[in-house]
């Protein structure tokens, strides 16, 4: 069964640090991973996706990497701004359409 | 564009009552889902569509029923809800296979 981890739950920076997000996941044979940003009360959007075929994505200040071999996928966000503020998603496709696996997030505060 | 609409967006019902939630998308968008969110245990599938006129079991079906009678349309039915039910239910779609999901704003369901 697919597991997806992330860490921490939880991160607080000050404006201006460039920061990274991990996402973990124990069963290899993903066929995409997609990243998303939430903020309270609110639906998820979408902020990267990643084919399996790829190393990487970028959009923006984000960069989002993937490393198959090892389960990991990271979100680099530069320059961050309080309003980065929110909780972010990964997600994981893997075995088919009902085998969407999400972390339970990391929510992040940046700090005037 | 609306992208993908939730009806109602908060619903207090009473344990055996029944609900219908709808989920529209304008994007022409073949895969629709239905999920639920809950704290600590990140999103979880309910039950999917890959087409008009299919539907099929996710995750955490039991209790819940779907219909796919419209391309644009995805419902989802509580036949007589439980507290065990209190969430917030997410909709979302994708066009092609493997492609990135859309995320509705979220129906905030209490189940009394």
């Known amino acids: 069964k697919q597991e997806v981890t992330q860490i921490p739950a939880a991160l607080s920076v000050p404006e201006g640090e460039n920061l990274v997000l991990n996402c973990s996941f124990t069963d290899s044979a993903i066929y995409n991973l997609q990243w998303f940003r939430q903020d309270p009360g609110k639906g998820l959007t979408s902020l990267l996706l990643i084919q399996s075929s790829q190393r990487e994505q970028t ?11 090892s389960g990991r996928s990271t979100l680099y966000i530069a320059a961050s701004q309080p309003g980065d503020s929110a909780t972010y998603l990964c997600a994981v496709l893997s075995g088919g359409y009902q085998k969407v696996t999400f972390g339970t997030g990391t929510k992040l505060q ?3 | 564009n609306a992208g993908v609409t939730q009806t109602p967006k908060f619903r207090v019902l009473k ?3 029944s609900m219908t939630l709808l989920c529209a998308q304008d994007m022409n968008h073949e895969y629709m889902y239905w999920y639920r ?4 245990m990140g999103l979880r599938l309910i039950h999917y569509s890959v087409g008009e006129g299919t539907t099929a079991k996710g995750e955490v079906p039991d209790g819940y029923n779907v219909s796919r009678l419209k391309k ?14 209190t969430s917030v239910y997410f909709c979302a779609s994708h066009a092609r296979e493997w492609n990135e999901q859309f995320f509705g704003p979220g129906t905030r369901l209490t189940v009394l």
């Not at chain 2, 419902?75 to 007589?80: D, M, P, R």
């Open chain 1, 59 to 69: 959009s923006g200040r984000l960069n989002a990497s993937l490393d198959k071999s």
């Open chain 1, 110 to 112: 940046v700090i005037p």
């Open chain 2, 15 to 17: 344990t055996g009552q």
């Open chain 2, 37 to 40: 969110q809950d704290p600590g």
């Open chain 2, 72 to 85: 644009q349309n995805f419902l989802l039915g509580l036949e007589s809800a439980a507290p065990s039910q």
